[in-house]
């Protein structure tokens, strides 16, 4: 069984400030990640996802997501946050043994001030 | 653009009212899912299909059915609404041999049941 921990449920930063979501993630097989962010009253919408090459990947809005596989991890990370970042973010996994099902994180809460 | 849609933003039941949550996707994807979003929880898998009456029960199935006689709608049903049920409910959809592995989602339904 496959599972998603958010370390961080809650995350304030203030605009302009670099921010890192914590994912970290169990699976005894290879695994495809991905990153999920929810706007307020919205759907989830795909922000990046990594299913194979390059481990570092990036979104076209200034996040990217390294893929660390020997410490299980796939933290998200941005150098200077905007207000408008403001949102739920959620990590997610699908083992390539898992068909196609996904394993959530409870999600992050990243709250930018001005 | 792949669209998503869910018959209801907003709903309110009472207890043991039976429930219909309707999900329409246009992209002809074979796969579509029912998750509820519960705050720390994340998203929790109730029902996917991956093809017109065909169901496989997700992590949470208790207290839900569905249905999909056609290809493009997929119904979450809860037959005798209990408070416990009262959540955010979103229906996602995806290909079932995509090398991308995406799930979109609709903008979800809030149900409270009182």
């Known amino acids: 069984a496959q599972s998603v921990t958010q370390l961080d449920s809650q995350v304030p930063v203030f605009e302009e400030a670099p921010v890192e979501l914590r994912c970290n993630y169990s699976?005894?097989?290879?695994?495809?990640l991905f990153w999920y962010v929810q706007y307020p009253n919205q759907g989830l919408q795909l922000l990046l996802k990594?299913?194979?090459?390059?481990?570092l990947v990036e979104s076209i809005n200034g996040f990217e997501a390294e893929f660390n596989k020997s410490q299980t991890s796939f933290h998200l990370r941005k150098p200077s946050v905007h207000i408008s970042d403001t949102a739920e973010y959620f990590c997610a996994v699908r083992s390539n043994n898992a068909g196609n099902m996904l394993t959530f994180g409870g999600g992050t809460r990243l709250m930018v001030k001005p | 653009d792949v669209k998503v849609t869910q018959s209801s933003r907003y709903l309110v039941k009472r207890t043991g009212e039976k429930v219909f949550l309707e999900c329409v996707q246009d992209m002809d994807h074979e796969n579509m899912f029912w998750y509820r979003q519960d705050p720390g929880l994340g998203l929790r898998l109730i029902y996917f299909?991956?093809?017109?009456?065909?169901?496989e029960k997700g992590d949470i199935p208790e207290g839900y059915s569905v249905s999909r006689e056609k290809k493009e709608r997929f119904s979450l049903i809860l037959e005798s609404a209990s408070t416990n049920q009262t959540s955010m409910y979103l229906c996602a959809s995806s290909f079932r041999n995509s090398g991308t592995h995406e799930q979109y989602f609709g903008p979800g339904t809030r149900l409270t049941v009182t």
């Open positions: 990594y299913l194979s090459g390059s481990t």
């Open positions: 299909s991956y093809d017109v009456k065909m169901k």
């Open positions: 699976s005894s097989v290879s695994v495809y």
